[in-house]
């Protein structure tokens, strides 16, 4: 295993940016300290060669001016919050409104466009980088200082393991998610149309027209939700207009809490996804209650990484998360973090080639 630095321009009035490129066994992990974002990942092909499964962009400025979100750790709040207006003990918070009327993660500045403090260690078999965020109090309008790390951790066998800690100086609300769009074919080889996907969830919920959920738990059962057995992504996607949703993942128990002060929630094993060209696979588990299915319907087109272009549908994100606009809603799982408590969740994706 090794882990390989080089520049990746200027962003952010004028700092220098970095490419980490994490390598172990045949996989490899390419990561930016601008958004601690997943840049590359390169999986073997069964035909010999490699393919890179990420959409991306080949420099930060690229990603700065950017608002798909490709590969970012997003934060402080993933996905939406209605009007970016919300109550906590009893004071009212207005958010920065970059999404219609409505807040979406993070904000104009959100994560996704710091410059994260970012260390590379080995460990075990593994590469892993960690990196390292204070988010001052008032930022975006969010209440209280706030520190994240975010942790990577690529192992031998086709693991990639995210671990998130943040800590907070005043109450505030925190959901952080990542957000890369998935294609494992290859992230320039056409859509993910004919992608089979498992989800383990068994409702979803459903928004507005501002993709606000409206509050139910719905069941997927037998409707175009309904991923519980394998399907084709494309196969009931005209009937929704696109997936866009928050999926509410089947757990022993009940859902999963806020990770606020408790000890991290069980992994909870929720989705498989399968390219059938490539035969490759991957499964995703998590701690975190939610998971945003987001089938690309707003990538317009624009050039990524290598001359690749991106058009609606090129690649597939799974957002683990808690609910959108929780801070809204006191029967979602709440997405309060108080000083003393610690914010604790992961994800992690494994490959199979
Ligand atoms: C997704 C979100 C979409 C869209 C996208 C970025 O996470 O659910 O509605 O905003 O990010 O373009």
């Avoid at 959108?324 to 080639?353: E, I």
């Amino acid at each position: 295993m090794s882990i390989e630095r080089k520049g990746f321009g200027s962003a952010g009035g004028g700092e220098e940016t970095r490419l980490f490129t994490l390598k172990a066994g045949p996989f490899s992990a390419g990561f930016s300290d601008f958004g601690a974002t997943l840049v590359a990942f390169e999986a073997p092909a069964a035909g010999g060669g490699r393919d890179d499964l990420v959409l991306g962009f080949s420099r930060a400025a690229d990603y700065e001016g950017s608002d798909a979100y490709l590969g970012a750790t997003v934060g402080r709040f993933a996905n939406r919050i209605a009007r970016g207006a919300f109550s906590l003990d009893g004071k009212d918070f207005r958010l920065a409104t970059n999404n219609g009327p409505n807040h979406l993660h993070g904000g104009k500045r959100g994560f996704d466009k710091r410059i994260w403090k970012t260390e590379g260690y080995e460990e075990g078999g593994a590469a892993a980088l960690r990196f390292e965020l204070f988010s001052p109090d008032g930022e975006e309008g969010y209440p209280g200082d706030l520190s994240v790390v975010a942790t990577y951790r690529l192992d031998p066998a086709g693991i990639l393991d995210l671990a998130f800690e943040a800590e907070c100086g005043a109450p505030t609300i925190l959901s952080l998610t990542q957000h890369a769009y998935w294609n494992l074919r290859g992230h320039d080889r056409g859509g993910i149309l004919d992608h089979e996907l498992r989800l383990a969830a068994s409702r979803y919920l459903p928004v507005d027209e501002t993709l606000i959920p409206t509050g139910e738990l719905a069941p997927v059962a037998g409707g175009p939700f309904d991923f519980r057995t394998a399907k084709r992504v494309g196969r009931d996607l005209a009937a929704v207009g696109g997936y866009d949703h928050c999926f509410v993942l089947d757990r022993e128990g009940g859902l999963a809490g806020s990770g606020a002060g408790e000890a991290a929630p069980a992994l909870v094993d929720f989705a498989e996804l399968r390219d059938p060209e490539s035969g490759r696979r991957m499964r995703v588990a998590t701690s975190l209650p939610g998971v945003q299915l987001y089938t690309g319907n707003f990538l317009s087109g624009f050039l990524g990484k290598g001359g690749a272009r991106y058009h609606k549908h090129a690649g597939l994100c799974l957002e683990t998360e808690l609910f959108p606009d929780a801070p809204n809603r006191p029967d979602f799982p709440q997405a309060t973090l108080r000083p003393g408590q610690v914010w604790r969740h992961a994800t992690r994706y494994s490959f199979f080639v």
